[in-house]
């Protein structure tokens, strides 16, 4: 039986925008399993991007609970939550934020480098995730000189360079075609084989969200359905 890695209880988040309360979540209650790939899914504005955004840790929860391995998250401090965002998160965005005056190989690198590990380990490191990632030809291009699809292989080669249990990615797909998005979703599909790391996706494609073993619908803040 897989261990659970994250266990959300009655999750809900308010933000207050010019003097008025918009309810983000409410009562949110998931389960997630290491080594699980879970789609989320759901219409603009229903909450997806802010449930993956307080599993990272980016954003606190205005009530409820996240467990992570039994661990309530948002017991500890600030410090706690970055050291914990640095060691087990990897995150991926819509948009790449690649820097663009540096190379792929210098991008993926960045991570190693602010933990202060050494030039030559850093550069080992990244060597080794773009060519799981299929970017062992693309090392010194910049990101002006690589595809999109290559552009979000670098981001997510720099994602997992440092060896996260998990890769949260909001609409890593989002900004690419139909095929180089499914051969996205193929690359998540193969790190969690053969690594066993733990996939949550935010989409709006329901076909690209069937790509994982299980499927949560996010509607007007809360979940509508589960599979």
């Known amino acids: ?19 008025s309360s918009v309810c983000a979540l409410g ?16 219409v603009s504005g229903s909450g997806k991007s802010t449930l993956l955004h307080i599993l990272g840790t ?13 661990k309530d998250l948002f017991s500890q401090d600030e410090e706690e939550l970055s050291v914990f965002r640095n060691s087990e998160i990897g995150f991926i ?29 850093a550069r080992q490191k990244a060597c080794d995730v773009l060519e799981k990632v299929g970017l062992s030809e693309r090392l010194n291009h ?3 000189e690589l595809s999109g699809g290559e552009q979000q292989r ?5 994602s997992i360079v440092r060896g996260p249990k998990v890769i949260l990615a909001d609409e890593p ?13 193929d690359l998540f599909c193969r790190l969690n084989e053969d690594y066993g790391v733990t996939v949550v996706m935010v989409t709006h494609n329901d076909e690209f969200a069937k790509r994982m073993k299980k499927t949560v619908k996010i ?7 589960a599979n």
């Open 173 to 185: 797909t989002g900004n690419l075609d139909k095929k180089t998005g499914f051969s996205v979703l």
């Open 27 to 42: 009562g949110v209650n998931i389960d997630i399993s290491a080594g699980e790939t879970l789609g989320v899914v759901g």
């Open 58 to 70: 980016l954003e606190p929860p205005t009530e409820g609970s996240v467990f992570y391995r039994g």
């Open 142 to 144: 910049l990101p002006g």
């Open 219 to 225: 509607s007007d803040g809360m979940v509508a359905d």
């Open 93 to 121: 965005f819509q948009f790449h934020y690649l820097l663009m005056e540096f190379t792929a190989l210098e991008n993926v690198m960045m991570p190693c480098l602010i933990a202060r590990q050494s030039l030559a380990v």
């Open 1 to 19: 039986m897989s261990e659970m890695l994250y266990k959300v209880r009655g999750l809900g988040k308010v933000f207050n925008k010019l003097g």
């Open 154 to 158: 670098v981001a997510i080669a720099r």
